[in-house]
């Protein structure tokens, strides 16, 4: 299992960034990948980014250029560096990361969520 703790959300002006944490503990060593989602009330929850552990990168197409995913092995910590921040991207991030479980099942895991708020 994985335990995901995250941080860094909050308000601010559009056009502001925002910095977003998550700290993993657990089954650190069977992590697949580490991603970023969103959701607001009345949505489904939108991938934002995701990393593999090869290191390639995704992002949808509403954040690319703006948003970076970003990975600290030593602290066990991934990051959404979110810059150039627009009303519509208000929403709750979850911290997401999936383990190899065996046979090439991936388990999901999810953070709590944070409240990101960005005023027009």
């Known amino acids: 299992q994985v335990q995901l703790v995250e941080s860094g959300g909050g308000l601010v002006q559009a056009g502001g960034s925002l910095r977003l944490s998550c700290v993993a503990s657990?089954?650190?060593?069977?992590?697949?990948?580490v991603g970023w989602y969103r959701q607001v009330p009345g949505k489904q929850r939108e991938l934002v980014a995701r990393?593999?552990?090869?290191?390639?990168?995704k992002y949808s197409d509403s954040v690319k250029g703006r948003f970076t995913i970003s990975r600290d092995n030593a602290k066990n910590t991934v990051y959404l560096q979110m810059t150039n921040l627009r009303p519509e991207d208000t929403a709750v991030y979850y911290c997401?990361?999936?383990?190899?479980?065996?046979?090439?099942?991936?388990?999901?895991?999810w953070g709590q969520g944070t409240q990101v708020t960005v005023s027009s």
């Open positions: 990393a593999i552990i090869n290191n390639s990168t």
């Open positions: 997401y990361v999936d383990l190899r479980e065996g046979l090439g099942v991936l388990k999901p895991y």
């Open positions: 657990g089954s650190i060593s069977r992590i697949n990948s």
